[in-house]
């Protein structure tokens, strides 16, 4: 008998396990005829700032504009620099090249592939506008390390959370202890929309504020412009609506992940794979990463055992095309490292013991 192999995700699973709910969220919206800036997102923005602990949230159309609105909102522009990592799949780098500054690169640290802060001082300079932390793979970063350094250059920090809804340390969710924090519903994501969908959050009223012109074309009331910088980017009200359905389960899907997380890190043995940390609070696990020096020959022997698998992410930043050109960065070490080694196994909330079972022997079977 052949089984199915394990997939790195099924969204199918997840909504089956709530049709009927699910069909009438979409069927109030589609009555209700009104699909852009409505009641739902209304309804959605306060839930999500209250489940993070913080005063404001501004729902978005994606992960990448929230990051660029961030930046839009304290006047990132030309000839800033800021600061983040090269490990994270390019989307903070898109939104610092988006409003035409430049990405100042600094390591990470090998065991939890977050940025090194020790490293982050030597990477401020007087034309640091902003530094971006990505709280990658659902672990959260050292926030006082970076809030310290950061309080010293006289710098906002901005927190990507795309991979990090739920993720806490002492008592404080990721998102909120930066000046903005930025999230994506994007449907793999811990709390995923039907379609794209973002948010930021903020405890300052004045960046609301600002934020919220921002996402409708500057706008401060209907057809009257404020200020320089604004989009286009919404998140409708039917992502809003299913996105508030969802965000009740999301702790209880959190700790699931991160049930799967410590099995794998527990019963994958094999000493030419190196598993991922502990599974604290702070550690949502959106994605579960082991390293090996071997990643292609492991992964193709994972694959003809029936497992899927990905790579986040195969190229640093400063090595993707657009920065082909004579004066590239300077590659990092670490980084480097990681690009060739990283390698993500399946880890979703719905994941079957059975599957989690048969990852693990496949990993531990491996002749590498
Ligand atoms: C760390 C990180 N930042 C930003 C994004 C961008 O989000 P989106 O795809 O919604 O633009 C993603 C995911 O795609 C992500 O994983």
Redesign the pocket.
């Known amino acids: 008998m052949t089984m199915e192999p394990v997939p790195l995700n099924d969204l199918r699973r997840q909504n089956a396990a709530f049709a009927d709910e699910l069909s009438a969220v979409l069927a109030r919206v589609a009555a209700s005829g009104w699909y852009v800036l409505g009641r739902e997102l209304e309804a959605f923005e306060r839930m999500f700032a209250d489940y993070c602990g913080t005063a404001h949230c501004i729902g978005v159309a ?6 660029e609105l961030a930046l839009r909102a304290i006047s990132a522009q030309p000839g800033d620099e800021v600061v983040t990592v090269a490990n ?2 390019m ?2 780098t898109v939104a610092i090249r988006a409003v035409g500054a430049t990405p100042s690169f600094v390591d990470i640290v090998p065991a939890t592939y977050l940025m090194d802060t020790d490293r982050l001082p030597a990477a401020i300079s007087r034309a640091t506008k902003a530094i971006i932390v ?3 793979y659902g672990r959260m970063v050292d926030m006082r390390a970076v809030l310290e350094i950061a309080a010293r250059a006289g710098v906002p920090v901005i927190e ?1 959370v ?2 990090a809804h739920g993720a806490r340390r002492d008592g404080a969710h990721a998102g909120t202890l930066g000046a903005i924090g ?1 999230f ?3 449907p793999t ?1 811990n709390l995923g929309a039907i379609g ?3 948010a930021l959050v903020t405890r300052d009223a004045a960046l609301d504020e600002r934020l919220r012109r921002l996402r409708q074309y500057g706008w401060a009331t209907k057809y009257v412009a404020t200020i320089a910088g604004g989009r286009n980017s919404r998140l409708d009200e039917l992502q809003a609506a299913v996105l508030a359905m969802k965000l009740p389960r999301l702790n209880q899907w959190n700790r699931r992940r991160r049930e799967v997380a410590a099995a794998y890190s527990r019963g994958i043995t094999h000493p030419g794979i190196q598993t991922a940390g502990p599974s604290g609070e702070d550690y949502v696990a ?1 994605l579960y990463v082991v390293r090996s020096r071997s990643r292609d020959a492991l992964r193709m022997h994972l694959h003809e055992h029936g497992v899927a698998t990905d790579v ?1 992410y195969p190229v640093p930043d400063y090595a993707q095309f657009l920065y082909l050109q004579p004066r590239a960065h300077a590659a990092l070490e670490e980084t480097e490292r990681a690009a060739a080694e990283v390698l993500t196994l399946p880890c979703f909330p719905e994941m079957t013991a059975d599957e989690v079972d048969r990852v693990i022997a496949a990993c531990n079977v491996w002749k590498g």
Request: aromatic share 12%; hydrophobic share 25%; glycine share 16%.
């Open positions: 994606n992960g990448t504009d929230a990051l994270a799949g989307y903070a990505t709280h990658l990507d795309a991979q930025c994506s519903f994007y994501k794209d969908g973002g959106h986040h």
